[in-house]
């Protein structure tokens, strides 16, 4: 499992472990998204499918990094995904009416910009109630990964404006950089 996320949900005393695991699918099975339970942080039970993606789903392949949150009394899943030929990686959000899922879509596709290279987003609710996605812009497209942020409509579905830039990496002192020639500037 790679990019592990474990949400704690008190109401159950209960540990939901969520992460890449099935990012491509396997054989003739599509990528999906599982869930461990348990009690504690050390014992676990599964993996449970929390997301089977429906026919006609945008997100085809590379399944990444899920984080679950609780908004509203409903479950969110923001997660990214690669979308067909031609269309670039982004992250969506998913539901559902418990951390275990089943997730459904929920955004209306990425809420990263389409014509970006995204992936990673993570939730974030300021002290005045604005709800935001944090997430990179990744750096397979930029050359230095930068560190974004959208504000999210109130009900989750899309973006609300331009995203702004928290983070550039080229502008950090501890920056180094690939000694490869074939990536160099």
């Not at 472990?17 to 990528?31: K, R, S, V, W, Y």
């Not at 750096?139 to 609300?160: C, M, N, P, V, Y």
Request: glycine letters at 10%; a negative charge; proline letters at 6%.
């Amino acid at each position: 499992m790679r990019d592990p996320f474990v949400f704690s949900y008190p109401v159950e005393n209960k540990y939901y472990l969520f992460g890449t695991t099935f990012a491509d699918g396997i054989g003739d099975q599509e990528p999906i998204f599982e869930v461990y339970v348990g009690d504690d942080l050390e014992n676990w039970e599964g993996p449970y499918v929390a997301f089977q993606p429906p026919k006609g789903f945008w997100g085809v392949r590379h399944y990444w990094a899920p984080e679950v949150f609780e908004i509203d009394g409903k479950f969110y899943m923001f997660a990214s995904f690669k979308g067909g030929i031609g269309e670039h990686r982004g992250t969506g959000i998913l539901v559902a009416d418990h951390p275990a899922g089943p997730y459904v879509p929920h955004s209306n596709g990425a809420i990263t910009p389409k014509e970006w290279e995204c992936l990673d987003g993570t939730f974030y609710e300021d002290e005045e109630g604005h709800r935001w996605m944090i997430y990179c812009h990744e750096w397979t497209q930029e050359f230095e990964g930068k560190i974004k942020a959208t504000r999210l409509t109130e009900d989750l579905k899309e973006s609300k404006g331009e995203s702004i830039e928290i983070l550039n990496a080229a502008h950090m002192k501890w920056i180094r950089y690939f000694g490869d020639p074939r990536i160099e500037k």
